[in-house]
């Protein structure tokens, strides 16, 4: 009956060599020489001028988001090319309700003016 279960531990085990060997091989090996430059704070070469906890602006996490949906649209695109000629007409007609909706929404957000950067 353990028998089964013994590619699970091989696998572990293969799984834990390849995380922890190379990571115990860089301590063991890198070299060790802090001085006080790399001991620092702010390795840039100088202090920080403001408050590192500063307000980002609103647009900044409103292009990520909108950067995330259409990179998404991407991710369900490549599949679809593949399978186009198995889904035939449904498919290609249900990809096109998708992609009128993202563009309806990306339109709405260009006349908008989300997309207007200062």
């Known amino acids: 009956m353990l028998d089964n279960y013994f590619p699970v531990l091989v ?3 293969v799984g834990l060599l390849i995380g922890v ?3 115990l091989a860089g301590w063991l090996l890198a070299p ?6 790399k001991l620092s704070p702010y390795e840039c070469g100088f ?17 990520a988001i909108l950067f995330i949906l259409f990179d998404l649209e991407i991710a369900f695109l490549f ?14 007609l ?4 998708f992609l009128g909706i993202l563009v309806v929404g990306f339109v709405y ?10």
């Open 94 to 97: 249900a990809m096109l309700l």
């Open 47 to 63: 202090n920080a001028f403001e408050d590192a906890r500063m307000k980002f602006d609103v647009r900044y996490y409103l292009v």
């Open 21 to 23: 060997v190379p990571m």
């Open 79 to 92: 599949p679809w090319a593949i399978v186009l000629q198995e889904i035939g007409l449904f498919g290609y």
């Open 32 to 37: 060790n020489h802090p001085d006080s430059d």
């Open 11 to 13: 696998f572990v085990i």
């Open 109 to 118: 957000e260009w006349k908008k003016g989300a997309l207007e950067w200062e």
